[in-house]
């Protein structure tokens, strides 16, 4: 089997094994591709199209160096703490204290952390978020107005 499809196949695994996705239905579906497409590629019957490789950096930032040439990290936004192990937040869910450090929750996964200023950097991200996503619900309720007014 291909090298690119072994890689693929351990980015899918990833994916299910962080509950990113629940299954290949919902990978074909977040990259818009056919079911089949995938389960082809997984058996080693297909290969990664350009289609393909654009909409997996797009959704879940795959690095593309790692998935041709397998260095690097699997996927661009992982960073390395201080004592060395990765974390990957795509989407921040949640935020607490544990003792002194600090549970950032991303999607499926938690990291914990003892540095305040990441705390302070998270926070602000999560804030300028709702502020995108309060402007982005007046904006569709505006829409809405105007609709319904035709």
Do not use: H, P
Not at 32 to 44: N, P, Y
Not at 100 to 124: H, P, R, Y
């Amino acid at each position: 089997m291909d090298d690119i499809i072994i890689r693929f196949i351990d980015l899918y695994n990833y994916l299910e094994k962080e509950k990113i996705i629940r299954n290949s239905s919902d990978l074909a579906k977040n990259i818009g591709v056919s079911i089949s497409l995938i389960t082809e590629i997984k058996k080693g019957r297909s290969s990664l199209g350009t289609k393909i490789i654009q909409n997996l950096v797009k959704m879940y930032g795959l690095n593309t160096e790692w998935l041709f040439t397998g260095k690097g990290e699997m996927l661009k936004n992982t960073e390395t703490l201080e004592n060395g192990k990765s974390k990957n937040v795509k989407s921040i869910v949640g935020i607490k204290a544990i003792g002194s450090g600090t549970a950032i929750q991303g999607s499926g996964n938690t990291i914990v952390d003892s540095n305040s200023e990441n705390l302070k950097n998270c926070i602000e991200i999560i804030r300028k978020q709702q502020d995108q996503m309060g402007m982005q619900q007046e904006q569709m309720g505006e829409l809405i107005s105007i609709i319904k007014a035709k």
